[in-house]
Nanobody
Framework: QVQLVESGGGLVQAGGSLSLSCVGF????????MGWFRQAPGKEREFLGA????????YYADSVKGRFTISRDNAKNTVYLQMNSLKPEDTAVYSC????????????????WGQGTQVTVSS
């Protein structure tokens, strides 16, 4: 069992940056692939990116490639999402996810996910 708690959301102007964190509690954090997804009002969940257990390789959705960066610190049981050049259409609830297999995060069929943190980008 893994509990995930996100933080760092807030209000930012278009073109700005924001950094989110997700701390994992429970089983050994480093045994899971970790990722991020978001959900805007009235829309389906959208995969953003995921990193393998060691953090040495990361996969991104085309919609955020080049703007968002995922990293992890297994010693701190934390995964990060650095968001740059934010746009109003990035407004959503952002959640982190954990699964033994990275593919399951990519297809949004992950074992664990957090409650999310709201990110609002004003124009």
């Amino acid at each position: 069992q893994v509990q995930l708690v996100e933080s760092g959301g807030g209000l930012v102007q278009a073109g700005g940056s924001l950094s989110l964190s997700c701390v994992g509690f429970g089983r050994t954090f480093s045994t899971y692939a970790m990722g991020w997804f978001r959900q805007a009002p009235g829309k389906e969940r959208e995969f953003l990116g995921a990193t393998i257990k060691s953090g040495s390789s990361t996969y991104y959705a085309d919609s955020v490639k080049g703007r968002f960066t995922i990293s992890r610190d297994n010693a701190k049981n934390t995964v990060y999402l650095q968001m740059n050049s934010l746009k109003p259409e990035d407004t959503a609830v952002y959640s982190c996810a954990a699964d033994e297999k990275l593919h399951n995060i990519v297809v949004l069929n992950m074992q664990y996910w957090g409650q999310g943190t709201q990110v609002t980008v004003s124009s």
